[in-house]
């Protein structure tokens, strides 16, 4: 029994142990089909992105070449004989000299703007920048941006003429038809037979149209019209925005055939009600397709332009010469002169920068000394008044206070000596200033001394005579103040001490007068210091 049963346990693990590696085998095969599923689907995932990564030519944007004789803007924008250059305006219009006011907010007015030039360009874009504003709920009539065959000039469609042969975009602010859909944006055609349907606004003629409220808009809008390959799109700035590329898709019309050569306008006109109609800018872009060289300057410009221009300006050039012969004639003391010398030259004009510094130094120093003689006018009343109330109190003292008055004397001697030695450190300064102010005086005159003046020479002797002045008191009271203590000195054994003698009032007076004495040096010595390093 024991035989049999190990072989039937031999043949259960050998169908267990086929069984497992035929299933490992399946899982295999399965995981081997997902695997490579999945690579031929990021494959082909791969070969779709670039395949839409590839860029089409044909969405390419063009290349925009701005035609400034097509277009105007401000400031500046009206000539002093009251024209627009390249453009001519009608009726009711009024340039000024940041904008046009093609139609004012008055009843009945009709006003126009046209381009002086032909354009003929395959593709073209136009960005007009107005605004429409009304103090009424409702406004009238509107107003119109053209491209016809002719100029429209004065007319009953939006100021313009009707029955034109072109495309007008209209901005229409009135609803005449009474269906409550204006303020409104259309595009008519017509090829010149057509008469424009005033009742029903156009909507009978209308290529295409869209609802956009441009009336008292806080900024002004923007209008975009491009043709490009025969299909005309209008986009719109709304106004809310200072933003000039927020724009908008207004409308879009295919197939568009519009003449080849034609010129550019503005219209507007109102009716029983009003608005300001004011057109801020127009800006015309030439536009080329891709691949497309654009075309160069002067091969648009004709031959017959090119020599008229040039004999223009071969007469003016001419012109100019005669009027310089005839000018020589009239006055042959100039004849030859350069034109340079006429102006102040760079050497001239830092000369004369110094001279008006040393100016401005010299008003300074005369500031100073009138504070000095101030000052030293009130350093002799105090020693006066010193003197006569030691000489009247000198019988009413004793013996016992000599001491004492020899000490306070001694301490109005130092003090009068401190205010000597500021006062000659102030004169010091003054020697210094008269120094560096007479030697660029004296190095100018040995170059040359064109510059130097009468007037500057006469600042310069003021000053010397006002220091001259001011030493002469300085020394003086130098002097007195060198006698005077010995003096007293001699005299303070006989004299009794007052216990009055110097008061606190005194003795204060005379701390804040070595004060201000100090700090009026400290200033002058550092505007010194800077004029120094300034014209120096």
């Known amino acids: ?41 990021t494959d082909n995932d791969a070969v779709t992105d670039a395949v839409a990564k590839t860029p089409d030519p044909a969405d390419a944007a063009p290349h925009r070449r701005f035609e400034y004789k097509y277009s105007f803007k ?18 009711d219009a009024i340039p000024s000299e940041d904008q046009v006011r093609i139609a004012p907010s008055l009843k009945s007015q009709r006003g126009s703007l046209w381009c002086k030039n032909k354009a003929s360009f395959e593709n073209w874009e136009a960005e007009v920048t107005f605004r429409v504003s009304g103090r009424g709920r409702m406004g009238a009539d509107g107003l119109a941006i053209w491209f016809t ?42 090829n010149g037979k057509l008469v424009y349907d005033h009742k029903n606004d156009g909507s009978t003629q209308a290529l295409g149209t869209c609802l956009r409220d441009f009336r008292n808009k806080p900024y002004p809008i923007r209008a975009k019209v491009t043709y490009y390959k025969k299909t005309l799109t209008v986009m719109i700035n709304n106004g809310f925005t200072p933003d000039a590329n927020d724009f908008e898709l207004c409308t879009k019309v295919d197939d568009m055939i519009i003449p080849p050569e034609g010129f550019f306008g503005v219209s507007a006109a109102t009716g029983g009600l009003a608005d300001d109609h ?19 300057p002067e091969a648009e410009i004709p031959k017959e332009d090119k020599d008229k221009y040039q004999e223009e300006f071969h007469n003016f050039q001419q012109e100019l010469d005669k009027k310089k012969e005839e000018f020589q004639k009239e ?36 500031q100073l000394n009138r504070q000095l003689a101030m000052i030293l006018d009130e350093q002799r009343r105090y020693v006066t008044i010193v003197t006569d109330e030691i000489s009247k109190r000198g019988s009413n003292t004793g013996s016992g206070q000599l001491d004492v008055a020899n000490q306070q004397l001694g301490t109005i001697a130092s003090s009068q000596q401190d205010l000597l030695r500021n006062l000659n450190e102030f004169r010091n300064a003054f020697y210094e200033s008269l120094k560096q102010i007479g030697s660029p005086q004296q190095q100018h005159q040995q170059q040359g001394g064109g510059v130097a003046t009468y007037e500057s020479i006469q600042h310069f002797n003021d000053i010397k005579e006002h220091l001259h002045s001011v030493r002469r008191d300085l020394e003086h009271l130098v002097q007195r103040g060198a006698q005077n203590p010995g003096e007293k000195v001699q005299k303070c054994p006989e004299l009794p001490a007052l216990p009055s003698c110097l008061s606190t009032v005194h003795f204060i007076i005379f701390i804040v007068v070595q004060s201000v004495l100090f700090l009026c040096y400290i200033m002058y010595k550092s505007q010194q210091e800077a004029a120094a390093k300034k014209f120096f």
């Open 1 to 41: 029994m024991a035989v049999p049963g190990a072989a039937t346990q031999r043949l259960r693990r050998t169908s267990i142990s086929a069984t497992g590696r035929m299933f490992v085998a399946l899982l295999a095969g399965l995981l081997c089909h997902s695997s490579v599923a999945q690579v031929t689907i």
């Open 74 to 91: 401000g400031p500046h924008l009206v000539q002093p004989d009251g024209r627009i250059p390249f453009w001519i305006h009608m009726g």
């Open 149 to 190: 065959s002719e100029q429209g000039l004065q007319g009953p469609v939006y100021g313009a003429a009707d029955k034109w042969n072109g495309v007008g975009i209209f901005f229409d602010s009135f609803d005449n038809d009474g269906k409550k859909n204006n303020p409104v944006i259309v595009v008519v055609g017509n």
């Open 278 to 296: 004011d057109v801020l800018s127009f800006l015309l872009f030439q536009l080329t397709e891709p691949g497309q060289t654009p075309p160069l």
């Open 331 to 366: 006055h042959p003391d100039v004849q030859g002169e350069p034109i340079e010398e006429l102006y102040e030259s760079v050497n001239d004009r830092e000369i004369r920068q110094v001279f008006e510094g040393q100016n401005r130094i010299h008003l300074e120093i005369k």
